[in-house]
């Protein structure tokens, strides 16, 4: 099982904030600044310039980046040695339904879980969040070809079919 890590910044509302729930429920563990964050961990970041595939089911740990982007120095977190972007999926949370790569941590974390193999522990993340299981019906086509991609370079041809 890869252990799950948030960097979180404070800058959304604690009441809605998805990664509180996780950490709440005993699934991940929150850092308050980067210098907290293991240097070995992959970085969900959608800036990176490789997508995330199951080729990277070997990592360490995930962690993914719970902060407004409009703030984020992404100097500090380029220097990190593992950063991929999730491919093309859908939101599924009340505030950004059905726009394309406007997820939630949860349903950032549990996209990576789905594509690196661990489906079963993806839909239970989702579980904590009472439109969560609905991420996983908007895309279940999407997530089923990523996660069998052999690699990067597959995830993007198969991400090209949605956009």
């Keep these: 099982?890869?252990?799950?890590?948030?960097?979180?910044?404070?800058?959304?509302?604690?009441?809605?904030?998805?990664?509180k729930k996780l950490e709440r429920a005993g699934f991940l563990k929150i850092f308050k600044t980067?210098?907290?964050?293991?240097r070995n961990t992959l970085i969900l970041d959608p800036t990176a310039e490789q997508a995330l595939s199951p080729a990277d089911r070997f990592v360490k740990s995930i962690t993914v980046l719970d902060?407004?982007?409009?703030v984020l120095d992404?100097?500090?977190i380029s220097s990190w040695r593992i950063?991929?972007?999730?491919?093309?999926?859908?939101?599924?949370?009340?505030?950004?339904?059905?726009?394309?790569?406007?997820?939630?941590?949860?349903?950032?974390?549990?996209a990576a879980l789905y594509i690196m193999g661990e489906q079963e522990r993806a839909?239970?993340?989702?579980?904590?969040?009472?439109?969560?299981?609905r991420f996983l019906e908007v895309n279940k086509e999407p997530l089923e070809l990523y996660a069998s991609a052999r690699d990067s370079t597959e995830v993007v041809r198969y991400q090209a079919l949605f956009i």
């Design 74 to 76: 992404t100097g500090a």
């Design 123 to 133: 839909g239970e993340l989702l579980s904590k969040v009472n439109w969560g299981i």
């Design 67 to 70: 902060c407004s982007w409009e």
């Design 1 to 19: 099982m890869i252990p799950l890590f948030a960097y979180r910044d404070n800058s959304c509302d604690p009441r809605k904030c998805t990664v």
């Design 34 to 38: 980067l210098s907290q964050v293991p």
């Design 83 to 110: 950063r991929r972007a999730l491919p093309f999926l859908m939101a599924a949370n009340p505030v950004n339904f059905g726009k394309p790569c406007k997820l939630t941590s949860v349903e950032a974390v549990a």
